[in-house]
């Protein structure tokens, strides 16, 4: 089946501005992750629903930060006010949600952003 | 609190030698561990993971990790490297259900 897939692929903004990134999650899963990777670096975690729990937003780097998932599908993560540290790829991940520790996370193909 | 490290920025191996790329975590209660590899300009791919049981996991393309829980490793290893097994591989770890702590990655360079 279709795996996780992410919105734009790409994307240049200016200093200031808001973006806004978008993921599809693999059909059925109920957990959706999102993680941010600098240049030369590894990922971070940035924030983490499941179901229809209250997600754990524990790695959002600042309140400029925010997400929403609508039920267990899309999820989108805003940035407001970009700054150039912001530039990075954006990378969303799904996981069937059973709440079995180790369970596999599916990557998407990230959004590049990129913050002028 | 969790974490993990990548000791090696880069390893480098001949096509057709063994390679190993290394992982140490740290930890409180059991470790669930993660190999995943990034091809240029690609999202993650799974490669194995360490839940319980057996300490050698095999995974995908002939990749496998051995989880040394005394020397709190869990270092990657396939015993004939590729040129296309060129690629950019991180280690993760989990505790329980939920966001993955990964390490820095290490750039593996197979030449023919």
């Known amino acids: 089946g279709a795996g996780v897939s992410q919105s734009p692929s790409n994307k240049v903004t200016e200093k200031g501005k808001d973006v806004e990134l978008r993921c599809d999650p693999i059909s059925g899963h109920t957990a959706l992750y999102w993680y941010r990777q600098r240049l030369g670096q590894g990922l971070e975690f940035l924030i983490y629903?499941?179901?229809?729990?209250?997600?754990?937003k524990s790695g959002l780097p600042s309140d400029r930060f925010s997400a929403e998932r609508t039920g267990e599908s899309v999820s989108t993560l805003t940035i407001q006010r970009t700054q150039q540290e912001d530039s990075a790829v954006y990378l969303c991940a799904s996981s069937f949600g059973s709440s079995r520790a180790g369970e596999t996370q599916y990557f998407g193909p990230g959004t590049r952003l990129l913050v002028l | 609190a969790q974490s993990v490290a990548q000791p090696e920025d880069q390893v480098n191996v001949a096509e057709g030698n063994p390679l190993t790329v290394k992982c140490t975590y740290s930890v409180s209660g059991n470790p669930y561990l993660f190999w995943y590899v990034q091809y240029p300009n690609r999202g993650l791919q799974f490669l194995l993971k360490y839940i319980t049981g057996d300490n050698l996991v095999k995974g995908s393309y002939g990749f496998e990790a051995e989880f040394n829980k005394s020397q709190t490793s869990f270092h990657l290893k396939k015993p004939s490297a590729l040129v296309s097994d060129s690629a950019l591989y991180f280690c993760?770890?989990?505790?329980?259900?939920?966001?993955?702590?990964f390490g820095q990655g290490t750039e593996l360079s197979v030449k023919p």
């Open positions: 629903f499941q179901g229809n729990s209250a997600p754990d």
């Open positions: 993760a770890v989990s505790n329980q259900g939920g966001k993955l702590i």
